[in-house]
Each structure stands twice: as structure tokens, then as C-alpha cells.
């Protein structure tokens, strides 16, 4: 039996699994939380990866290890291979500012031709700019900038015997392609980009690996992947399926051929983990709406799905916009929701958990829909994440997406994807 390791270095947690490459099989796992906050101190990730891999029965029999991670954030090196600052992760905001600023010089199509993408504050190169104008002194000691899971690569090959030199950072493309300073056609960084936010580009960037490119060692290290392109390897995606995860927020994300370059900004246009591309589009608001609709009828997730699915498609004439906390599919950061069209003959319980659930997927078909206008193939749709424990969610979700949706098992995908590309090393 041929053992490998998969690793989500997730926001919240770290997740180890050991997998058999014969069967498929978890055989092992163990799981670490991380701390709060957007801004860690990045040995908070390492101290988690030991404990979930000790939790998880070692890796003395595994072969093979690959991470993927949280995207974008910025860990910033020096010269010696020293934390600069506690790394700025992809859900700290304060590089709102830099990001309008960065988009205003060259203008929004610039960049989407450029990386695919327009910077937003989760990108690393609005966080980069950030440190040069609110930094300065810490922007001087950039010696190399990684994201969580290349440092996090760099640092478990140093602890298996390799060296803490900045040269042997490595990345993949799916990673790269969420800096803002990548070109995912081309498979090549834009160092006029990168020192366009830092003012300098001289800094040591990680080695972009490809899907199969091993870092050799006593252990086998694959390139990683960011957390999206690591689920969708995780369910083995092909060119034409599209992932929708409802979590927190909503994502769409579509395993693609052919890059995009929207300058609306509505679709950003990543890599995955095997040579495709992965066009992404995100909602703000995701399963929380109905969460919310749950508290406020009293019921909980089981009564609401049984509400909405006695409630007669179109809810009545019931229509709810739920932007709770904003929307950026439409880019509309400070709308509210909206109860609309209400008779005293529609405003029943029934109807009310109907519009929820057809108004957060009418949020997700216009994040689907953003990506088609792209000229991407959406041939199905695999529905996961929290939200897809929702029956109403589940059983309405083929009819206002307009495409056939495909729930798998619950599973730790992330993870998975990681090990199927460690098992691919071999």
C-alpha cells in the first residue's frame, strides 16, 4: 500500500489526510485550528501542520505530500528568510484603498489582460502597495514575497533536511495567479507590475512548478495549489464543470480551456492546479441567508427547507435581493436587502423561506451567469460547501441555475485535491 498526504491550510484550520493511492481511501487524518484575525504570524500555521500531522498517525510511511491553502495574502521575507511583519491574509481589507489606487493608474482592462484579473484587496499586490505606503520600513526588508502555502512548502522542506535559502521557494500556477502580478497564459510573473505596488522589483519570487513537478527529498513535495483550485482537483473537475460552493460567501468557479480577462472585475481569471484556467466569481452573501431566514421564521434548517418546498415556485410573487453585508456579484459593496412585491394574500411563512432560498440562487446564477458572458462552457454544476446541506437549495438549484447540478458526499476536498496531486508525483 502506497501512502500520500494532503494538507488544507485553510483559513480557520489545518486539515492533514493520508490517503491510499490504490484505493482512494482516507486512511488517516488530524486537524488543527489557526488563530483568529486577518493578520498571523505565519509560525502559527507550522506549529498547526505539526500537530494535525501528528494527529493524523506521522508521516514516516507517506511518500508523497502536497499543500494547498488559503489564497492571495502576502508573507513577506528578508534577506535571511525572517517573517518581515505577521502575514496579511486574503480577508484583511485595508488594502481597499491600494487596490483603487493600482486600478485607477492603469485602468481595469489593463490589468485584466495583463493577469486576468483586477486587483482587489485580497490580492497580494495591493497588499504590497499597502506596505510601501503605510511600511515603508518594513517594504525596505522585502527580500522575497510567498503566500501561505509556498512558505508553508519551504518551510517542511527545510525541516526534512533542505536549506531556508529564498531560492528554493516554489509555487504553482493556480497560486501565482492570485498575486496580481502573474500572467496565467504566458506562465510568466509581471515584474513591472510587482514594482509598480512595492517600488522595486527586485525581490525573490517563488518558482512556479508545474501540476506534476516534484520538489525531490526524503518526503515528495508537489507544487500545492490554492484552496479553490485544490477543491476542484479534489472532485475531479474537467474542462466544462463548475464548482458552486455556499459557504459564508458564494463561489463559482468553472474548470476552463481558455482564460478570461473581464475588466468588470465581476470574474477573475485564475489558473487551476492541472493547466487549465478556473474563472472565479464570488458572492458576498451565501449560506448566512439562510441562516438568517431560519432565525426569523424559528425554525431551523430542516423546517426552513420544509417551508420553502411547500411554497409553489416563484414564492408567490415574493421576491427577496438578500445583499445583507453587501454584494460583489454585482459589484454593489454598500447595497442592503429587499423585500419586494408583498399583498397580503403572498406574505405567508411558506413564501417568505421560498424567496430565501430562490433569492440566494439567484445570487449564484448571476455569479454563473458572469462567468458565461465570458464565453466559458458550463456543462454542470457540483454543488458543495456548507449551504448544500440545504434540501430546498439542493432540489431548486437545477432550474434557476439552468444547468444539471451534481451534490457529491460531504468530504474534505481541499485536502483531496492535494493528496490526488501528491499522488501524481508518483
Request: charged residues 20%.
Amino acid at each position: 500500500m502506497s501512502l500520500v498526504a494532503g494538507v488544507d491550510s485553510s483559513t480557520q484550520s489545518c486539515k492533514v489526510l493520508v490517503v491510499d493511492t490504490e484505493s482512494g481511501e482516507v486512511v488517516r487524518h488530524g486537524t488543527a485550528p489557526h488563530p483568529d484575525g486577518t493578520e498571523v504570524d505565519p509560525e502559527a500555521w507550522w506549529r498547526a501542520l505539526q500537530q494535525a500531522v501528528a494527529e493524523a498517525g506521522g508521516l514516516d510511511d507517506v511518500t508523497a505530500l502536497s499543500v494547498a491553502g488559503q489564497q492571495h495574502g502576502l508573507v513577506a521575507l528578508d534577506e535571511d528568510g525572517r517573517v518581515v511583519r505577521d502575514a496579511l491574509l486574503w480577508n484583511d481589507t485595508r488594502s481597499a484603498a491600494a487596490a483603487a489606487e493600482l486600478v485607477d493608474e492603469l485602468g481595469a482592462a489593463t490589468w485584466a489582460q495583463a493577469t486576468g484579473s483586477v486587483p482587489v484587496a485580497s490580492f497580494t499586490v495591493t497588499k504590497l502597495r499597502w506596505l510601501a505606503e503605510h511600511e515603508p520600513e518594513n517594504a525596505r526588508k522585502v527580500a522575497a514575497v510567498a503566500l501561505p502555502h509556498d512558505w508553508l512548502t519551504w518551510r517542511l522542506r527545510s525541516s526534512l533536511g533542505g536549506t531556508r535559502a529564498l531560492d528554493d521557494l516554489t509555487t504553482d500556477r493556480s497560486e501565482a495567479s492570485g498575486t496580481g502580478y502573474f500572467d496565467p497564459v504566458a506562465d510568466e510573473y509581471r515584474r513591472d507590475l510587482l514594482g509598480r505596488a512595492l517600488g522595486r522589483d527586485d525581490v525573490v519570487l517563488p518558482r512556479v512548478l508545474g501540476p506534476t513537478e516534484a520538489v525531490d527529498g526524503p518526503l515528495l513535495l508537489g507544487p500545492g495549489a490554492g484552496d479553490n483550485a485544490g477543491a476542484a482537483l479534489g472532485l475531479g473537475l474537467q474542462p466544462g464543470d463548475v464548482m458552486l460552493s455556499v459557504g459564508t460567501s458564494g463561489v463559482v468557479a468553472a474548470v476552463s480551456k481558455t482564460p478570461t480577462h473581464d475588466a468588470t472585475g465581476l470574474v477573475a481569471g485564475f489558473a487551476d492546479a492541472t493547466g487549465h484556467h478556473l474563472p472565479l466569481a464570488a458572492t458576498l452573501n451565501g449560506s448566512r441567508v439562510l441562516d438568517s431566514a431560519a432565525r426569523l421564521l424559528g425554525v431551523d434548517h430542516d423546517g426552513l427547507d420544509a417551508l420553502a418546498l411547500a411554497a409553489g415556485a416563484g414564492a408567490g410573487g415574493l421576491v427577496y435581493t438578500p445583499y445583507l453585508e453587501g454584494e460583489r456579484t454585482p459589484n454593489l459593496p454598500d447595497a442592503t436587502g429587499t423585500l419586494a412585491q408583498m399583498t397580503l394574500s403572498n406574505l405567508t411563512r411558506e413564501n417568505l423561506a421560498r424567496a430565501a432560498v430562490e433569492g440566494l440562487l439567484t445570487l449564484l446564477a448571476g455569479a454563473l451567469g458572469a462567468i458565461q458572458a465570458q464565453g466559458v462552457e458550463a456543462r454542470e454544476v457540483t454543488l458543495v460547501g456548507g449551504g448544500a446541506r440545504s434540501r430546498a437549495l439542493r432540489e431548486l438549484a437545477p432550474e434557476l441555475l439552468g444547468v444539471p447540478v451534481h451534490t457529491p458526499p460531504f468530504a474534505e476536498y481541499v485536502a483531496l485535491g492535494a493528496a490526488r496531486q501528491a499522488a501524481d508525483l508518483l
